[in-house]
């Protein structure tokens, strides 16, 4: 029988990591008062995403790239696709993989152990990018209408559940 301080395949870990991410962002803006709808193509259809990995057709891409979620703010109706990653490190920028991102009206979601920062496709376009230094925080955006203490109460379950990580041994 194998020790729960082993895991077999990091890329299953590394699955799992990102399934809590959005898991955690999914919370955070439903209890803000939004109504949050999967979109993303892993979580609908994993046997299809499967299936469409390397193929390099346009319609292909365009649902291997669709966003995690599309959410509605109760406050005015408006809708924003939303795409969660987590980083460990807590960095993201675009690189060659977004070269052909097709959703221009995205806002990247990052969970990392110590923060949750957003960002816009435009920006991330144009070569910004998001470090454990950097400050862009959900509050800051003014269409999200996310309270301060829920952003800070989710940083704190991003902390506990991604340090129990670091004590697996894969």
């Known amino acids: 029988m194998e020790s729960i301080n082993t895991l077999p395949n990091p890329y299953n870990l590394n699955s799992l990591k990102g ?3 959005e898991q955690l962002i999914q919370d955070l803006f439903s209890r ?11 979580r609908l259809h994993p046997f299809l995403s499967r299936v469409l990995r390397n193929n390099s057709h346009h319609t292909s ?3 291997r790239y669709m966003p995690d979620f599309v959410v509605q703010s109760g406050e005015t109706g408006d809708l924003f696709y939303l795409e969660v990653k987590f980083r460990a490190n807590g960095c993201f920028e675009f690189g060659e993989k977004y070269a052909d991102y ?7 979601v990052v969970v990392s152990p110590e923060k949750i ?9 144009a070569g910004f990018s998001i470090t454990p230094n950097t400050h862009y925080r959900l509050t800051s955006v003014r269409s999200f209408h996310i309270t301060k203490e829920s952003v800070e109460e989710y940083e704190g379950y991003a902390r506990g559940f991604f340090s129990a990580f670091n004590k697996l041994k894969p």
């Open 32 to 42: 803000n008062n939004y109504n949050v709808f999967n979109y993303g193509l892993e």
């Open 117 to 125: 920062q957003c960002m816009h496709y435009k920006r991330l376009k």
């Open 102 to 108: 097709p959703y221009k009206n995205a806002w990247f």
């Open 19 to 21: 399934r809590m991410a």
């Open 61 to 63: 891409r365009d649902l």
